[in-house]
């Protein structure tokens, strides 16, 4: 069964542009959870999408945003990028149903130069 | 005071010793408690998933968690060379949402 898929793996973006990415959670799974990871703060909870509403919201400022579609996939955008916005960002795929585990995909490096 | 707090190591220890990986935390809500492995530019693995206090087992890992302590532990059998990386705990009080806290992370090197 394939895993998380997250794209792009790579990207370099300049201060003040705007980025989406992508994750494509496990078949089946209709939770998918985003957080960012840096050397400073570690990984921290963005925000959680179920069945295309948002769940819970973590504690980013509103230029962190993103939507889930029908099938489950999920984008995240970050727009007027600054470079602390500069991360790992690691999508988490589960059920989304009670008492259930969540797999991270490989994450999407993002520079911000 | 951070809410899940981890020794980030360096932990380096012999090839075949057992390896122990602690967690605090402060929120008397979590109830469900998590270890992942995360190699250099990876994503998380999920090695462990608890839920309440007791005890887990899978193969050579064991995991146990003492909420009345607020402690949680991961316990490594017969360490191997490819354990090496970096053992993050993560924790949640949402019983259907995934918005966990995550502890800093213990870097750990298997010599062989």
């Known amino acids: 069964k394939a895993g998380v898929t997250q794209t792009p793996r790579y990207l370099i973006k300049t201060r003040g542009q705007q980025v989406t990415l992508s994750c494509s959670p496990i078949s089946g799974h209709r939770s998918v959870s985003w957080y960012q990871q840096t050397p400073g703060q570690g990984l921290q909870f963005l925000f959680e999408?179920?069945?295309?509403?948002?769940?819970n919201k973590g504690n980013f400022p509103g230029r962190f945003s993103g939507r889930q579609f029908s099938n489950s996939r999920s984008e995240m955008n970050v727009s007027t990028l600054e470079l602390g916005d500069s991360a790992l960002y690691l999508c988490a795929s589960s059920l989304g149903t009670e008492n259930t585990e969540a797999f991270f995909g490989q994450g999407t490096r993002l520079t911000v130069v | 005071q951070k809410e899940v707090e981890q020794d980030p190591g360096p932990l380096s220890v012999p090839e075949g010793a057992i390896v122990s990986l602690n967690c605090t935390y402060s929120n008397s809500a979590f109830q469900y408690f998590m270890w992942y492995r995360q190699y250099s530019r990876k994503g998380p693995e999920l090695l462990m998933y608890?839920?309440?206090?007791g005890n887990k087992e899978d193969g050579r890992f064991t995991a146990q968690v003492d909420k009345s302590s607020k402690y949680i532990s991961l316990f490594i059998r017969d360490s191997q060379p490819s354990d090496s990386a970096t053992y993050l705990c993560?924790?949640?009080?949402?019983?259907?949402?995934?918005?966990?806290?995550f502890g800093p992370g213990t870097r750990l090197s298997v010599l062989p």
């Open positions: 608890t839920y309440s206090s």
């Open positions: 993560a924790m949640s009080g949402d019983n259907y949402g995934q918005n966990f806290v």
């Open positions: 999408y179920f069945s295309e509403t948002q769940r």
